[in-house]
């Protein structure tokens, strides 16, 4: 089989790969890893959603596979390093979900600004405009590009850090975004935007040594990672009102359970990635991963079979040869 779909694409999408490759799609295969397991034995490509693990354990079961594709949300349910030594390559759009991502953060920035009181030069408890705001980026996504032209639009000053970046590179100027350093930008925000991409070594960067210093009253608003956050220092900015509010739109499970730092936390938003899922984002991120897959199953055609089947009732067309004693 050239390719398994367990995650629902659009019916246009579905009928454009039906044409081309051999298709099973059995979205159902979602809700049993062991029935999805046994399904991947001759798969030569994939398409999973981000409930589905694929580790090294699911690449065991797939000798041929050589291209996994995710249509929605990020990798973290796939093993890349086991995909890079299996020979599999991960298929992403980086840039589909760019301008649903911007309006999502524009929206939720409105919204905390607005809902979140502070206490004006008279006394008086008052929302905020974005357009007076400095807001800093924190990671600079394909979604930095286009939320720095809409905060653009509001008059808003913009400044940004991203550890991959140097300073000096060109990106910042190409995008009209001003480099700071973490704590410069989280002491001058008044609003932060986080979507750094998530790795290891990332772990809780939004902690004890970042945190104390964000500009009183600020909001944070976040399409990356949890992790990237410590629980505990962002509980005490939260519980101290340094931080106004921040609205997380991923929490990894478990993390409001009673007894933890989040829990009860009354000026925390939580939202289930929602960020990158529009109509018109789908649609785009499907389009670009299925058609680098037709690329790759074109490229690497499938291998005929080395065997025939030896089944008593079927004939078997072997060369004729002299027979041996």
Not at 247 to 272: F, K, V, Y
């Amino acid at each position: 089989m050239d390719l398994l779909i367990v995650e629902p694409l659009e019916d246009e999408v579905t009928q454009w790969l039906g044409a081309r490759h051999s298709v099973r799609y059995a979205p159902e295969l979602a809700r049993d890893p062991r029935a999805f397991r046994q399904a991947l034995y001759n798969v030569r490509a994939l398409i999973v959603p981000p409930s589905v693990s694929l580790d090294s354990q699911a690449l065991h079961y797939a000798p041929v596979l050589r291209a996994v594709g995710r249509v929605s949300a990020g990798a973290e349910n796939i093993d890349l390093d086991a995909c890079t030594r299996a020979g599999v390559e991960v298929v992403r759009s980086m840039t589909a979900t760019a301008q649903a991502e911007a309006e999502f953060m524009i929206g939720a920035l409105l919204s905390l600004l607005r809902r979140v009181p502070v206490v004006g030069s008279d006394g008086m408890l008052v929302g905020r405009e974005l357009g007076s705001c400095t807001v800093g980026l924190i990671g600079l996504a394909p979604s930095a590009r286009t939320l720095a032209q809409l905060l653009a639009g509001f008059g808003s000053t913009v400044m940004g850090y991203d550890p991959s970046l140097h300073r000096s590179d060109p990106v910042w100027e190409r995008w009209r975004v001003k480099p700071m350093g973490l704590r410069e930008l989280l002491e001058a925000s008044d609003a932060v935007c986080v979507q750094l991409s998530y790795f290891s070594r990332y772990h809780g960067l939004l902690g004890d040594r970042f945190l104390p210093f964000c500009k009183p009253d600020q909001v944070i608003v976040s399409i990356a990672h949890s992790g990237l956050f410590d629980e505990r220092a962002l509980a005490e900015a939260l519980g101290s009102g340094r931080v106004a509010a921040a609205w997380l739109d991923s929490l990894e499970p478990g993390a409001l359970d009673e007894g933890r730092p989040l829990a009860a936390m009354d000026t925390l938003q939580i939202t289930p990635r929602v960020a990158s899922t529009t109509r018109e984002s789908r649609l785009r991120s499907a389009w670009a991963v299925v058609r680098r897959i037709d690329e790759l199953l074109a490229m690497t055609p499938a291998a005929p079979a080395d065997f025939k089947s030896t089944s008593p009732d079927v004939a078997l067309d072997l060369e004729v040869g002299p027979v041996s004693p």
